[in-house]
């Protein structure tokens, strides 16, 4: 407050309401004050006196808006949670918290590979004006937990959100042992067609497997607990043409071809020449 040209400050009140007063006070560039209870928009009065007893008419008054209460809990949106994605820079959306008094000014976003948010892998990223958040630095294949909480314009800051799991499968399935051997030659004509297939991340998607010979889409067998594809039929003589495509549950998808050759007739008997008979 400046009030010069003059005598000079030397006391100061305050009140909440214009017409109760505290005490006059030696006069200070700062004042601890208790605003009334409750939360809302307060006004603040103070007036100061001079070395000859003059008093600032009209006082002094300020708004000030009291928030002691947390914002709202924000519900989460997508990824839905249990999401198996093969994208490891999924956009996570909420719907926005409320706050009615001061109203919300950012959010905190937390993923980790821990339900409790406790391991190495921790991220946290603060003042998030948005109800969404894409991480700059793509999340390894695993599960990871995500949750959010809102801060209002006061700084109070609200409780997390459920927790919600993702899992980050960005790796094909494998395709391997192949039966019979790519480029192979054999003598059976009804031969076990066969191979494993395998992935670690979100597990096989079993209606994605499909197995076709000679162009031609087969109703193999599929054993979940080895991995196993197998057909078998009676075959012609000659090559043999096998495509064997799967996709795992996060949408990732490979394909192997291989080829063989059923050879049932065996050789001519070789005829003799030299030395002639007898």
């Given at each position: 407050v400046d009030m010069s040209p003059g005598s000079g400050l030397v006391y100061m009140r305050f009140s909440n309401d214009?017409?109760?007063?505290?005490?006059?006070?030696?006069?200070?560039?700062?004042?601890?004050?208790?605003?009334?209870?409750?939360d809302g928009q307060k006004r603040v009065y103070a007036q100061f006196k001079?070395?000859?007893?003059l008093e600032s008419s009209p006082p002094s008054s300020d708004d000030i808006v009291l928030d002691t209460t947390k914002p709202s809990i924000p519900s989460l949106s997508s990824p839905p949670n249990g999401t198996i994605t093969n994208d490891n820079r999924p956009t996570f959306t909420w719907n926005p918290a409320t706050d009615l008094t001061s109203g919300i000014a950012s959010y905190?976003?937390?993923v980790d590979t821990s339900p409790l948010f406790s391991s190495e892998n921790l991220r946290t990223i603060t003042?998030?004006?948005?109800?969404?958040?894409?991480?700059?630095i793509p999340?390894?294949?695993?599960?990871?937990y995500w949750h959010v909480r809102a801060v209002d314009r006061a700084g109070n800051i609200g409780s997390w959100s459920d927790n919600w799991r993702l899992i980050v499968d960005v790796g094909p399935p494998s395709i391997e042992n192949l039966k019979p051997e790519?480029?192979?030659?054999?003598?059976?004509?009804?031969?076990?067609?066969?191979?494993?297939?395998k992935d670690a991340g979100s597990g096989i998607d079993n209606n994605t497997i499909r197995l076709t010979l000679d162009n031609i889409v087969k109703s193999h067998t599929y054993h979940p607990e080895n991995g196993q594809v197998k057909y078998q039929e009676a075959l012609a003589e000659g090559r043999?043409?096998?495509?064997?495509?799967v996709s795992d549950k996060a949408g990732n998808s490979r394909t192997?071809?291989?080829s063989f050759v059923v050879d049932t007739t065996p050789p001519a008997a070789p005829s003799l020449r030299l030395p002639e008979n007898n």
């Open positions: 214009g017409s109760t007063w505290s005490p006059w006070e030696a006069y200070s560039t700062s004042k601890s004050w208790n605003l009334t209870s409750g001079d070395r000859v007893g905190t976003f937390q003042g998030i004006a948005t109800t969404s958040y894409k991480p700059d999340l390894r294949e695993g599960t990871w790519n480029n192979s030659y054999i003598k059976d004509n009804r031969p076990l067609i066969s191979a494993i297939v043999h043409e096998v495509k064997l495509s192997v071809a291989w």
